[in-house]
């Protein structure tokens, strides 16, 4: 018996091949780890719909199978319903294009910022009227003749969202499903900014240059600057007609005489406020002007404290008319000290353009009523469009596309419980049938079995007037050779101490907007 050193044995895991093993579970097990710390963020909100920016929204493109949304409890679902409308119709045409000698297709992309944050100039109320619009629009162009046949129209939505990165990529996206979807035409593209402007010229600008090579048509787009973008019409009327329309109606009675003051917003991006100011001080007589110009600028803070404390001045310049060339979202925080300057003796009559129509659906207007009902303010605002105004000048909306509204119409079908105040609706819809209109024209010319491209629609453009005006739901929309729509029917409106708005007149930038009998 040996009486040598005991060893004792090695444990399992330090054996061969036991302690190989381990070491190479080990280095998987850190591996994959690695990979998964070191993994690409998953951005995707949808197919082809990502998360971009900060801070983040979802972008992109989508046929209705996504609903763009900012997923808080306030707003909901905002566009559920309506981007389920537009699926359904968008598979119906597709099944349709597949079946023996069946018809074909185009795609109209309804680009806009679709997740308005606190404090932007659109709300979700009118976000969700504007895609209703263009769906009543797609689905009347795609089941009634009345605006052709060929080529059916499939609707894509996409979100632009709010920032330059946002805007890329929804363009990128855009111009990945050019030619797989058929698309020639991009509509809507929200409010006059220099960014939206930006947004437009690429979409409108060939590939060679970096461009998408689409036609794009602007459903709310009135800044007199965008007429120099290539391949870009508009169904509102300019800011130079609203501006005129504002300055014919007050040298009519009882405004005729009257003195005016007016507000300017001098924010340096917003081609809206800038060239609405701008062509009332050009439509309007200089000697009836009292106090100057009051300047406020709505991209820094203390917008309240600056009108607050001008309420002094205002009762000097002794105005019977305000004229506030700002937004509607900066309109409650001038109006509620109104109701307590120091000349409440006098009557005064605030003035502004269309971007008033949202001012019912953003904060801040029970202020404005408050100042409303205190009885010596009234407010009125030159719309792009209300139903009021079909009774009131009935000649100025022939056509089919008033009856889409109607009683019996696509839209009060599919969207009962809806209203039509803040024209948008009816905005979204005109946009939507004017790019039809001019998809359907440029199939005709080109004999090409409705296979045109967004090169074909820009170049025909220009041949939608006289004749071949499209009757809009807003007006006729008779287009010059810059893109916009001459002699288009302006409502003046007025908002109501209730909050109800009615139409109290039909203007343009001539007085008389277009009808009928001027087209023969």
Not at 40 to 61: L, N
Not at 201 to 224: F, M
Not at 267 to 284: I, S, V
Not at 422 to 433: F, L
Request: net charge negative; charged share 25%; proline share 5%.
């Amino acid at each position: 018996m040996s009486h040598g050193t005991w060893v004792p044995d090695r444990p399992l895991w330090a054996r061969w091949p036991w302690n190989a093993v381990s070491a190479v579970a080990l280095l998987a097990l850190v591996a994959g780890a690695a990979v998964w710390l070191l993994r690409p963020e998953d951005t995707s909100c949808a197919p082809g719909v990502d998360r971009v920016g900060a801070p983040e929204q979802c972008v992109g493109v989508s046929d209705g199978s996504y609903s763009f949304s900012d997923g808080t409890q306030k707003t909901g679902d905002n566009l559920a319903q309506v981007s389920r409308l537009i699926r359904e119709e968008n598979e119906r045409v597709v099944a349709e294009s597949k079946k023996e000698n069946g018809p074909s297709y185009v795609s109209i992309v309804y680009l806009m910022p679709m997740i308005p944050r606190p404090g932007d100039t659109n709300t979700p109320d009118s976000v969700r009227h504007e895609l209703q619009g263009a769906y009543t629009a797609q689905h009347e162009a795609n089941n009634k003749d009345k605006y052709g046949d060929a080529p059916k129209i499939r609707l894509l939505l996409a979100n632009s969202g709010v920032s330059d990165e946002q805007r890329s990529a929804a363009l990128r996206r855009i111009r990945e499903r050019i030619d797989g979807d058929h698309i020639v035409a991009v509509a809507g593209l929200g409010t006059s900014t220099d960014a939206t402007e930006k947004m437009v010229r690429t979409i409108t600008a060939d590939r060679e240059a970096g461009g998408l090579e689409l036609a794009a048509t602007g459903s709310v787009l009135t800044a007199d600057t965008l007429s120099k973008v290539k391949g870009l019409v508009r169904v509102a009327p300019t800011n130079s007609d609203e501006a005129a329309a504002a300055a014919a109606l007050l040298k009519r009675k009882p405004y005729a005489g009257k003195r005016v003051l007016v507000i300017q917003d001098s924010r340096p991006d917003d081609q809206y406020t800038r060239t609405l100011g701008e062509a009332f001080l050009h439509a309007f007589p200089k000697d009836r002007l009292t106090g100057g110009i009051e300047e406020y600028d709505s991209s820094q803070e203390g917008v309240a404290t600056a009108f607050k404390t001008r309420m002094s001045q205002l009762c000097a310049a002794k105005p019977d008319v305000v004229f506030f060339a700002g937004r509607g979202i900066d309109l409650p925080r001038f109006l509620a000290p109104l109701k307590d300057r120091p000349c409440t003796d006098r009557e005064l009559v605030v003035l502004s353009g269309d971007d008033v129509s949202q001012s019912a659906q953003a904060a801040g207007f029970d202020q404005i009523k408050e100042t409303l009902r205190s009885g010596n303010v009234r407010l009125l605002y030159t719309g792009l469009a209300h139903p009021g105004a079909w009774d009131k000048r009935p000649t100025a909306f022939p056509g089919w596309a008033v009856q889409s509204f109607g009683e019996q119409g696509r839209y009060r079908s599919a969207f009962s419980e809806e209203t039509l105040d803040d024209g948008q609706a009816i905005m979204g819809h005109d946009a939507v049938i004017t790019a039809v209109s001019g998809v359907r024209l440029a199939a005709r010319a080109s004999e090409a079995s409705g296979r045109v491209t967004g090169s074909q629609t820009i170049q025909i453009w220009k041949s939608l007037h006289g004749v071949e005006s499209v009757k809009g739901a807003s007006g006729l929309i008779s287009l010059s050779n810059d893109g916009s729509p001459e002699r288009k029917a302006v409502p003046v409106i007025e908002i109501a101490p209730s909050g109800t708005v009615r139409t109290l007149d039909v203007s343009a930038s001539s007085g008389t907007p277009m009808t009928e009998q001027d087209l023969s």
